[in-house]
């Protein structure tokens, strides 16, 4: 992963995409803040579950940190690239970068990481042999 840069869409192998909403703007006509760390979820959402990882009741993802790099200005209307690419894998947590791109430019990223969690338990848990190495074949 030497070759890895965040801000480039080159870097990133798995997509999804999202729309600005009007609602989504601030008083000074931008996309707010708080509007990119609900464009980063569908990507990580749509991520896990090409894996398995959000499957119903029985197995689920949760985040329990999130750091995002604002880098551009996002206007109204846009149709946007999220990228995601895993960074780290352990026992039952999973660390991912994720970026929007408007075009091929990067306006955030962020570093996130999530447990495997089992609802009814209500604990982390392990990943599965077929979870690990479907998520260790993008690393």
């Known amino acids: 992963m030497s070759d890895f840069d965040p801000l480039s869409p080159d870097s990133y192998r798995f997509w999804a995409t999202e729309h600005v909403r009007f609602a989504d703007l601030d008083m000074l006509g931008h996309v707010n803040n708080k509007a990119y760390a609900t464009y980063f979820e ?22 329990v940190r999130l ?12 149709t946007l690239r999220v990228g995601v690419r895993p960074l ?30 089992d609802p009814v338990t209500r604990k982390s848990t392990p990943f599965t042999d077929i979870e690990r190495a479907a998520l260790e074949a993008d690393l």
Do not use: H, Q, W
């Not at 929007?100 to 962020?110: L, P, Q, V, Y």
């Open 67 to 78: 750091e995002i790099d604002y880098r551009k200005e996002i206007n109204f209307p846009a």
């Open 88 to 117: 780290k894998l352990t026992k039952s947590t999973i660390t991912l970068s994720v970026a929007i791109f408007n075009g091929d430019i990067c306006s955030a990223n962020s570093i996130s990481t999530a447990i495997r969690f």
């Open 42 to 63: 569908p990507g990580r959402i749509a991520y896990f579950s090409s894996k398995g990882l959000n499957d119903g009741p029985k197995v689920g993802m949760v985040m």
